[in-house]
């Protein structure tokens, strides 16, 4: 079985703070996702890679940048954490197949104060 | 554009009883369709999926779910639910070419009471 994992299940981090949370993946699939989970509003794009070094914005991008230098590893970063930014975020990988299902890891619940 | 509306938010029901669970669409091209599970505290794991073919799709742990183009509509049911089926069940949609984009919706949190 694919394995998506996130190093953090839960994080609580200061206002102003850098962030990473990582992901990393053992079936080298060439998608990655960043998704960020809300209340109501259900999975929201934030960015993903096709290929190493290779990204695309999502939907909501701002006030986020990734990082890809290794197939198996997808990293998020916030560069000055905001409340607004509190939330579940969840990491996702794919064959890069069209049609193939989406592998989610657990997801990092990330509080922002 | 496409986009994914699930129109209830919450469905409880007894177990043991029949469910329904909406999930309409809109898109100008052809798509796949996909419905997701959440159970507490983990990922999004797939029940089952849509391509082309037959437009009744059989998924995992019972459920089913039925492509109707006309409607636009892409409804999972089960026959019967259990307490473990407990959780939040998402619609998604992606386009059958040229992207790898999916548009979820917000999400159908289903309680299943004793």
């Known amino acids: 079985d694919v394995k998506v994992t996130q190093s953090s299940r839960y994080l609580v981090k200061r206002t102003g703070e850098k962030v990473f949370l990582e992901c990393v993946q053992d079936?080298?699939?060439?998608?990655m996702f960043w998704y960020r989970q809300d209340p109501g509003l259900g999975l929201r794009l934030i960015y993903f890679?096709?290929?190493?070094?290779?990204?695309e914005k999502g939907d909501i991008p701002e006030g986020y940048s990734v990082s890809r230098e290794k197939k198996e590893r997808f990293s998020l970063i916030l560069e000055s954490a905001s409340t607004n930014q509190t939330s579940m975020y969840l990491c996702?990988?794919?064959?890069?197949?069209?049609?193939?299902?989406?592998?989610f890891g657990s997801g990092t619940q990330l509080s922002v104060l | 554009a496409q986009s994914v509306t699930q129109l209830d938010s919450q469905v409880p029901v007894f177990e043991e009883a029949p469910v329904e669970l909406r999930c309409n669409y809109s898109?100008?091209?052809?798509?796949?369709l996909f419905w997701y599970v959440q159970y507490p505290n983990q990922g999004l794991q797939l029940l089952l999926k849509?391509?082309?073919?037959?437009?009744l799709v059989k998924g995992i742990n019972g459920f089913e779910a039925e492509f109707n183009k006309s409607q636009t509509s892409f409804h999972l049911r089960k026959p019967s639910v259990h307490i473990s089926d407990t959780a939040e069940y998402f619609c998604?949609?992606?386009?059958?070419?040229?992207?790898?984009?999916?548009?979820f919706g917000t999400g159908t949190r289903l309680k299943v009471l004793a």
């Open positions: 898109s100008s091209v052809s798509v796949y």
């Open positions: 890679s096709y290929d190493v070094k290779m990204k």
């Open positions: 079936m080298d699939h060439e998608n």
């Open positions: 996702a990988t794919q064959t890069g197949q069209g049609g193939e299902k989406l592998f």
């Open positions: 849509y391509l082309s073919g037959s437009t």
């Open positions: 998604a949609v992606i386009r059958s070419s040229g992207t790898y984009k999916y548009i």
